[in-house]
């Protein structure tokens, strides 16, 4: 028999806020923590709005220099802060730097899509092209790599589980959850911390502004810019930060009253191949369907049972296609669920999207509220032939009634993930 997994640690570093608190507060009041940005402009991006996490305000921020950790990439500094505040929303104890005691059954998956972009490009290229190698530092590789906020969390928690990162462009940190989840329904583990980070940095998101698919017609009004599901949205907005979510076997939980969060009681991960109108940057729809259904048929459940859908929705032209395809996976003619787009709030966070979206989605079923989805009063006409219009709430909603929350991840690549969140009783 496979182990029962679930969530007994959440841990945030948003643009709406860093620390569990000041995220749930701004969920409840529909705030964006999207701004303009001068280094943008000053940089001639057609978007000059974004979304940068506070983070000196974190109770946990002396870690990071007591951990070496003040020169490590941004997106490090991030996933060290979300990871430490999730493993002591968990109940866990920081061990002691010389203790000689590991933790055997607990690993961590960090994903992430462009960790090591800032220090490689304001620290490393310059001195290098200058000739000057040895000015970088005998740290200059823990601070770079991609696995560094895995290998961070590791030295800090004396974790001796997995510790590895994963990529797979937006789609990434939830995959990081459902490998996590995998892990310990195997019994290879009892505790995993999974979760995403990516840093605010202009050179990982230059791409994105070349290829136009950022927006850039509100620069003049930041809040406004994030648009999912409206007919007015012109592009996603780029962010950044990181979320952790502490994933452990249930009767390890149980064992140690743990205060459970929510159960994982569904996931799937495939691509679509870039076959059947799918691409680099484009869906096969059939294969999101695809993964949807195996997410609900790993939870013995159906379409009709889920409360509410936290979509990938993004602001571009494939928001009336994800939510064509949630009516097809989930079959729905009538009686639809809440759904909600996370994104209009915090804009996109990339590689960290999925994690921190998810802790949105944990925070909802667990404290029985639907967020609101901002910036999108003129819904767009092919969501409204699509969609009942009062399940797309603008207000927040409290004593919801939520008992299953689906939660999706779909990126570049053709890549698709799918997790079944069901309220713990």
């Given at each position: 028999m496979k182990n029962r997994v679930v969530i007994t640690g959440i841990g945030i570093v948003?643009?709406?806020?860093?620390?569990?608190?000041?995220?749930?507060?701004?969920?409840?009041?529909?705030?964006?923590?999207?701004?303009?940005?001068?280094?943008?402009?000053?940089?001639?991006f057609a978007c000059q709005v974004g979304g940068i996490p506070e983070i000196s305000s974190s109770p946990f921020i002396n870690i990071i220099n007591?951990?070496?950790?003040?020169?490590?990439?941004?997106?490090?500094?991030?996933?060290?802060?979300?990871?430490?505040?999730a493993w002591s929303s968990a109940g866990f104890k920081i061990p002691?730097?010389?203790?000689?005691?590991?933790?055997n059954n607990t690993g961590a998956i960090i994903g992430s899509c462009y960790t090591g972009t800032e220090i490689f490009v304001r620290k490393m290229y310059p001195l290098i092209?200058?000739?000057?190698?040895?000015?970088?530092?005998?740290?200059?590789?823990?601070?770079?790599?991609?696995?560094?906020?895995?290998?961070?969390?590791?030295?800090?928690?004396?974790?001796?589980?997995?510790?590895?990162?994963?990529?797979?462009?937006?789609?990434?940190?939830?995959?990081?959850?459902?490998?996590?989840?995998?892990?310990?329904?195997?019994?290879?583990?009892?505790?995993?911390?999974?979760?995403?980070?990516?840093?605010?940095?202009?050179?990982?998101?230059?791409?994105?502004?070349?290829?136009?698919?950022?927006?850039r017609k509100f620069n003049e009004n930041p809040k406004s810019a994030s648009r999912p599901m409206s007919n007015s949205a012109a592009g996603f907005v780029p962010s950044s930060g990181a979320g952790v979510l502490i994933i452990?076997?249930?009767?390890?939980?149980?064992?140690?009253?743990?205060?459970?969060?929510?159960?994982?009681?569904?996931?799937?991960?495939?691509?679509?191949?870039?076959?059947?109108?799918?691409?680099?940057?484009?869906?096969?729809?059939l294969q999101v369907i695809n993964c949807i259904t195996k997410a609900l048929n790993q939870a013995n459940i159906s379409g009709e049972d889920i409360s509410l859908i936290s979509g990938h929705l993004t602001g571009t032209m494939a928001d009336s296609i994800e939510v064509s395809n949630w009516a097809k996976a989930l079959n729905l003619k009538d009686n639809f669920p809440y759904i909600n787009a996370p994104k209009s709030m915090l804009g996109h966070m990339i590689g960290a999207a999925g994690a921190v979206e998810t802790i949105a989605a944990v925070l909802q079923l667990h404290e029985d509220f639907v967020h609101p989805s901002i910036n999108c009063e003129d819904l767009h006409p092919e969501i409204k032939k699509i969609w009942?219009?009062?399940?797309?709430?603008?207000?927040?909603?409290?004593?919801?009634?939520?008992?299953?929350?689906?939660?999706?991840?779909?990126?570049?690549?053709?890549?698709?993930?799918?997790?079944?969140?069901?309220?713990?009783?």
């Amino acid at each position: 028999m496979k182990n029962r997994v679930v969530i007994t640690g959440i841990g945030i570093v948003s643009p709406i806020g860093t620390g569990i608190n000041s995220f749930k507060n701004a969920l409840f009041q529909g705030h964006s923590g999207i701004k303009f940005i001068d280094e943008l402009a000053n940089l001639n991006f057609a978007c000059q709005v974004g979304g940068i996490p506070e983070i000196s305000s974190s109770p946990f921020i002396n870690i990071i220099n007591n951990n070496e950790l003040a020169e490590a990439d941004t997106a490090i500094k991030y996933a060290v802060l979300a990871g430490i505040e999730a493993w002591s929303s968990a109940g866990f104890k920081i061990p002691s730097n010389n203790s000689v005691l590991t933790n055997n059954n607990t690993g961590a998956i960090i994903g992430s899509c462009y960790t090591g972009t800032e220090i490689f490009v304001r620290k490393m290229y310059p001195l290098i092209c200058n000739g000057n190698v040895k000015k970088l530092g005998s740290q200059i590789v823990e601070h770079w790599m991609p696995s560094g906020s895995a290998a961070a969390l590791s030295k800090i928690l004396a974790l001796s589980n997995q510790t590895t990162s994963n990529s797979s462009a937006c789609s990434t940190s939830i995959e990081s959850i459902i490998m996590a989840y995998e892990r310990i329904q195997s019994k290879k583990a009892k505790v995993m911390l999974a979760g995403g980070t990516d840093p605010y940095s202009p050179y990982a998101w230059a791409g994105f502004d070349s290829m136009r698919l950022l927006c850039r017609k509100f620069n003049e009004n930041p809040k406004s810019a994030s648009r999912p599901m409206s007919n007015s949205a012109a592009g996603f907005v780029p962010s950044s930060g990181a979320g952790v979510l502490i994933i452990e076997e249930y009767e390890h939980a149980k064992s140690r009253k743990a205060n459970i969060l929510a159960e994982i009681i569904g996931t799937a991960i495939n691509s679509g191949g870039q076959r059947n109108g799918g691409s680099m940057t484009s869906p096969n729809s059939l294969q999101v369907i695809n993964c949807i259904t195996k997410a609900l048929n790993q939870a013995n459940i159906s379409g009709e049972d889920i409360s509410l859908i936290s979509g990938h929705l993004t602001g571009t032209m494939a928001d009336s296609i994800e939510v064509s395809n949630w009516a097809k996976a989930l079959n729905l003619k009538d009686n639809f669920p809440y759904i909600n787009a996370p994104k209009s709030m915090l804009g996109h966070m990339i590689g960290a999207a999925g994690a921190v979206e998810t802790i949105a989605a944990v925070l909802q079923l667990h404290e029985d509220f639907v967020h609101p989805s901002i910036n999108c009063e003129d819904l767009h006409p092919e969501i409204k032939k699509i969609w009942d219009q009062n399940k797309i709430p603008h207000n927040i909603i409290h004593n919801a009634g939520l008992k299953y929350i689906a939660k999706a991840g779909f990126g570049f690549g053709d890549v698709n993930s799918c997790l079944i969140l069901k309220k713990f009783e």
